[in-house]
C-alpha cells in the first residue's frame, strides 16, 4: 500500500466534467487499497466557481462540500485539504496534520499541474501528469514548480516520438492514459436499442477554454477551429448529433444549429455529477474532435471525457489527434480526418451498433480501467 498526495482542480471548478478528470484517480487509488489525501490550493484570485449562482470569489464552500458528498456516496472518505492564498487559512487539517503526511507520503501526484506550494518538497518523490499537451510544455499550463518533480507523465502518448511535433524540454515524458473506474458507468441508464435511431451522438465541450498560442510563429487553437471543419456533417448523416457547449457565442450557436446540430448549454448536463452520467448514458455515442493543438502536433491525446462513454457501452467517433498510434481503433473506437472519414464512422457504428458498443465496454476495461493504468503509474514512480 502507498500514501498517496493527489492534488487538482475540483474544489474550484465543481462541474461534473472537470471533476471526473481528477475523482477517477482518488477512487481508483483508493479502490485499490491506497492511503490517499486530496490537496487542492487557491493558485490565484477569485479562483472559486460556484456554479450555482454564477459567481466567482475566494470562498472554497461550495467546492469543498460538494466534493466531500460525491466522494462519500462512492464510498470513500479520504481526507481533503484546501489552502487559500489570499486568507491563508487551511481548511480540512491542521498545518501539522497536512505537513505529517507529506513527510510520510510515498507519492505526490500533482494532476494538470493546477496546484504548487512549496511544502511539496517534503514529499519522498512528486510526479506531475500533463493533461493538456503542447500547452505544457510550451509553457502556458502548469509553470509554478514545473522543475520540482522526479517523473513526468503526459496524455500526450506519442511525445518523444518523430511523428509527433510537441518540443519534450529535454523531459523524458511517460505516456499515460485517463483512467476509468468502469463501475461508475456500467449501470447508468438504459442499455441502447441497437434500431433506435432516437439518441444522439453527443459529446460536452468547451468551443475555445483559454484560447489558442503562437509557437516558432505557428499558431495552435483550441476545439472551434476543428469543429468548424466539421460544420457540414449533419447534412451527411441521418443521425441526430448534440453538442453540449460552454463558450460559444450566440453567432456561433446560430450558425451550427442552422447547419443542424443540436446544441445545449453544457451547464445543463455538468452541474450535476449525476445529470452529466444519465446524459452520456442517453447518447448513442459519442462524436467529438480534438484541440486543434493536440491534432496539429500528433501529440497521441485522448480524452477523460471519452473513456466514460467508453464505459458507458457508447461507441466514439473521434477525430484522430494520432492516438490511431497505439490505440486498436475501427471497432468501438472510431477515428476520423475529415468531414467525409467522419461521416463514414457514424455510418458504420449504425450499422453495427451491438458489436461496437461491447468493444467499447471491452477498451474501457482492457486499456483505460483504472486498475491498469493506476498501478502503471506507481510502478514508473516508486
Known sequence: MARVVVCGYMVRYPLAGMLLAYLQYVLGLVRLGHEVLYFEESGWDRSCYNPVDNTSTDDPDYGLTNLRNILSSFGANPPVAYFSRQSERLYGLS????????????????????????????????????MDPFFTQIGRMGVEGFDHYDT??????????????????????????????????????????????????????NWSAYGGATYNGEQYGQKDVEFERMES???RVSQKLELALSGAGTDTVSRLRNAGWSIRNSLDVTLKLSDYQSYIADSRGEFSVAKNAYVKTRSGWFSDR??????????????????SDWLPTGKGVLAFRSVEEAAHCIDEVNANYATHAQEAKNIA??????????????????
Open 95 to 130: 498545518w501539522d496534520e497536512l505537513r505529517d503526511f507529506f513527510r510520510h507520503a510515498d507519492l505526490l501526484l500533482n494532476i494538470g499541474g493546477v496546484c504548487w506550494t512549496p511544502d511539496f518538497l517534503l514529499c519522498k518523490r512528486r510526479a506531475l501528469v500533463d
Open 306 to 323: 471519452t473513456v466514460c462513454y467508453l464505459a458507458s457501452g457508447r461507441p466514439v467517433v473521434l477525430q484522430d489527434s494520432g492516438f
Open 152 to 205: 513526468y507523465f503526459s496524455y500526450g502518448v506519442n511525445i518523444g516520438r518523430p511523428a509527433c511535433s510537441i518540443p519534450t524540454r529535454g523531459i523524458q515524458w511517460h505516456p499515460i492514459v485517463p483512467p476509468v473506474v468502469c463501475d461508475l458507468w456500467s449501470n447508468q441508464g438504459t442499455p441502447v436499442d441497437p434500431s433506435d435511431g432516437t439518441r444522439p451522438f453527443t459529446t460536452i465541450a
Open 365 to 382: 476495461d482492457s486499456i483505460f480501467g483504472h486498475q491498469h493504468v493506476l498501478t502503471a503509474l506507481l510502478r514508473t514512480t516508486l
Open 233 to 235: 456533417l449533419p447534412g
